[in-house]
């Protein structure tokens, strides 16, 4: 039976090789691809990825090629991105603990939580979290994600993060513990060289945030603790690190590579690369 993957989208711009290359790897395998977004809006790829002359600020010149670009526009205006699962719809929102029956709910949250969950689990065999800077806004701290990844990865299946996208892993953690998920492991992600000094932009708002509002490298270096790692590899062209079940991409070339691995991982039992 061919494998299923869910991939998630913020709603406020992916960038466009990041989605390109994890699909074009899946579509050659003959997986099925399912795609999701917080509320069911369909995604939309940030402008500049789709821009063969854009200037990345940090690295001083174009992360995109032509044929990339062209690619990555014909998938965004594809219908395949239509009308993705909302994970809204699928995953109930915790309630506060100031809510006037706060037991009830929290006891009505877990039941349903458990029937959300345990149907993605069923479903799908990874979870793919495509970056870019949309994620920053209504990925990083999304706790129905956060109940998704902590689904799969106590499922022990793979999940596979890009970029700012990273973020997920640091920030979903148990809450009875408040532990990271990435204690021990060995991650990449954009380290703080890559990062904007302005200019960090979304879609749907007219709002230039400057910089990133946090350096996604400090919380990764923190998350890891003494026993795991942060990899920037800065220099090198690309970065993609497996610390099973988790995959990391650092940024947009390293795409197409985490793609490629995340099939390792499923079809040959991939447990540890890069590092």
């Known amino acids: 039976m061919s494998k299923r993957i869910l991939v998630v989208l913020s709603e406020f711009g992916y960038w466009g090789e990041e989605l390109v290359g994890p699909v074009d790897a899946l579509d050659?395998?003959?997986?099925?691809?399912?795609?999701?977004?917080?509320?069911?809006?369909?995604?939309?790829?940030?402008?500049?990825?789709?821009?063969?002359?854009?200037?990345d600020p940090p690295l001083g010149r174009s992360v995109t090629t032509r044929d990339m670009a062209r690619?990555?526009?014909?998938?965004?205006?594809?219908?395949?991105?239509?009308n993705p699962l909302s994970l809204q719809d699928l995953i109930p929102e915790r309630p506060y603990y100031s809510s006037l029956n706060h037991l009830r709910e929290l006891e009505d949250?877990?039941?349903?939580?458990?029937?959300?969950?345990?149907?993605?689990?069923?479903?799908?065999?990874?979870?793919?979290?495509?970056?870019?800077?949309?994620?920053?806004?209504d990925l990083a701290n999304n706790e129905r994600l956060h109940e998704v990844v902590l689904a799969f990865a106590a499922a022990d299946k793979?999940?596979?993060?890009?970029?700012?996208?990273?973020?997920?892993?640091?920030?979903?953690?148990?809450?009875?513990t408040r532990a990271s998920l990435l204690w021990g492991k060995h991650v990449t992600g954009h380290p703080k060289e890559y990062d904007y000094k302005d200019g960090t932009g979304f879609i749907g708002v007219n709002f230039n945030m400057g910089p990133p509002p946090y350096p996604l490298e400090y919380i990764l270096r923190d998350a890891t603790g003494p026993?795991?790692?942060?990899?920037?590899?800065?220099?090198?062209?690309?970065?993609?690190?497996?610390?099973?079940?988790?995959?990391?991409?650092?940024?947009?070339?390293?795409?197409?590579?985490?793609?490629?691995?995340?099939?390792?991982?499923?079809?040959?039992?991939?447990?540890?690369?890069?590092?």
């Open 227 to 275: 026993d795991g790692a942060f990899h920037g590899n800065v220099g090198k062209e690309t970065s993609v690190i497996v610390d099973f079940p988790y995959l990391t991409a650092r940024s947009t070339p390293d795409s197409v590579p985490a793609g490629e691995l995340l099939v390792q991982v499923l079809e040959n039992g991939l447990r540890r690369y890069g590092w």
């Open 28 to 55: 050659a395998q003959g997986y099925r691809i399912t795609f999701a977004t917080p509320t069911g809006k369909r995604a939309r790829a940030l402008p500049p990825s789709l821009d063969a002359d854009y200037i």
């Open 71 to 82: 690619r990555a526009r014909e998938l965004d205006e594809s219908s395949r991105l239509d």
């Open 158 to 176: 793979p999940i596979l993060a890009e970029c700012y996208g990273v973020a997920v892993l640091a920030f979903a953690r148990d809450l009875e």
């Open 109 to 137: 949250y877990h039941r349903r939580l458990a029937s959300g969950v345990g149907d993605l689990i069923a479903g799908f065999d990874a979870l793919v979290i495509v970056g870019g800077s949309g994620p920053i806004v």
